[in-house]
């Protein structure tokens, strides 16, 4: 007779929202410190994305404008647009030739430093004597030089070794800056690497060259991916290595043609924003063609 009142009492409780003997009491509707946290991160993230995206939509807007409309209202609704900015600009910064001059410099410039970088890292990382220690040293001191405290002595070291205002002069230049930063870069992932897939290497036969190329070079695309990243947007978008090395208008990048521009007494929108967005173009296709390679190589290492 009890059980069987019992069961009838249990199902009245639940209809009026008693909560049963093993029930978890509901928290929907109150702010707990985890859910406030989640939603201030949100917050913010949405905020930062606004404030990245802005100035770039002003940019695309401003460049799109007349130059009349821009006059009469920088920063109001635009009335009219225009693509004769993009051609403008276009004409007068040579893009053809100081895209391909830019991509020829960069690509060069990336290969140098992946390849002298790699194999420099991989002894220093594996030989434990007091040497390899004060050269990896000697490399992290080099990240901490500013290239404006270099320029006049590389000019003068160019100009005495006849590389001055030529392409293998700046691609020089650019490895022998971005070069200690590269050691950094693979002597720290290669000292994650186990040293026991070199050991069977050894075993099979591989010298210490064969067992770079054949195990660790393939381990290393984690790595070259970020430090390509960061390479190539610092040399795309450096203004300073070609400003002064390369007197030859044909032989400029886009982004100096891009900051002829610039006047020092007055600033025109329609013409300065033009150059500036064509000067980047050529390096974001790039990123998103490559976005899914660049994005696996950096995720590759994550888990071993």
């Given at each position: 007779?009890?059980?069987?009142?019992?069961?009838?009492?249990?199902?009245?409780?639940?209809?009026?929202?008693?909560?049963?003997?093993?029930?978890?009491?509901?928290?929907?509707?109150?702010?707990?410190?985890?859910?406030?946290?989640?939603?201030?991160?949100?917050?913010?993230?949405?905020?930062?994305?606004?404030?990245?995206?802005?100035?770039?939509?002003?940019?695309?807007?401003?460049?799109?404008?007349?130059?009349?409309?821009?006059?009469?209202?920088?920063?109001?609704?635009?009335?009219?647009?225009?693509?004769?900015?993009?051609?403008?600009?276009?004409?007068?910064?040579?893009?053809?030739?100081?895209?391909?001059?830019?991509?020829?410099?960069?690509?060069?410039?990336?290969?140098?430093?992946?390849?002298?970088?790699?194999?420099?890292?991989?002894?220093?990382?594996?030989?434990?004597?007091?040497?390899?220690?004060?050269?990896?040293?000697?490399?992290?001191?080099?990240?901490?030089?500013?290239?404006?405290?270099v320029v006049a002595p590389l000019y003068l070291l160019m100009r005495d070794m006849n590389l001055l205002d030529t392409y293998a002069g700046v691609v020089f230049i650019y490895t022998a800056i971005n070069l200690p930063l590269a050691v950094f870069f693979y002597t720290s992932f290669i000292r994650s690497v186990p040293a026991d897939l070199e050991e069977a290497a050894a075993l099979d036969g591989c010298g210490a060259f064969r067992t770079f190329f054949v195990v660790i070079l393939p381990l290393l695309r984690p790595v070259t991916s970020t430090l390509l990243t960061f390479i190539a947007l610092q040399i795309w978008n450096d203004l300073l290595v070609p400003l002064v090395f390369l007197q030859d208008p044909g032989k400029r990048t886009v982004m100096v043609n891009a900051y002829s521009f610039i006047d020092p007494h007055t600033v025109q929108p329609t013409t300065l924003f033009p150059a500036a967005l064509l000067g980047v173009l050529p390096l974001l296709i790039i990123f998103v063609f490559f976005q899914r390679q660049v994005v696996a190589g950096m995720s590759a290492g994550a888990v071993k």
């Open positions: 007779m009890t059980s069987q009142l019992s069961a009838p009492a249990r199902e009245t409780g639940r209809q009026a929202g008693t909560p049963g003997p093993g029930a978890v009491p509901r928290t929907t509707g109150r702010w707990t410190p985890r859910r406030l946290g989640s939603s201030l991160g949100t917050a913010l993230l949405c905020l930062g994305t606004v404030l990245f995206v802005l100035p770039f939509l002003f940019t695309v807007v401003t460049s799109l404008r007349t130059a009349a409309d821009v006059a009469r209202s920088p920063l109001g609704i635009p009335h009219s647009f225009t693509l004769k900015n993009f051609t403008a600009a276009f004409s007068q910064i040579h893009y053809g030739p100081s895209t391909l001059n830019t991509l020829l410099i960069t690509g060069l410039s990336c290969v140098c430093i992946t390849v002298l970088g790699s194999l420099a890292g991989y002894p220093l990382a594996r030989i434990t004597a007091g040497w390899s220690t004060a050269v990896y040293r000697l490399f992290i001191l080099g990240t901490s030089i500013p290239v404006f405290v």
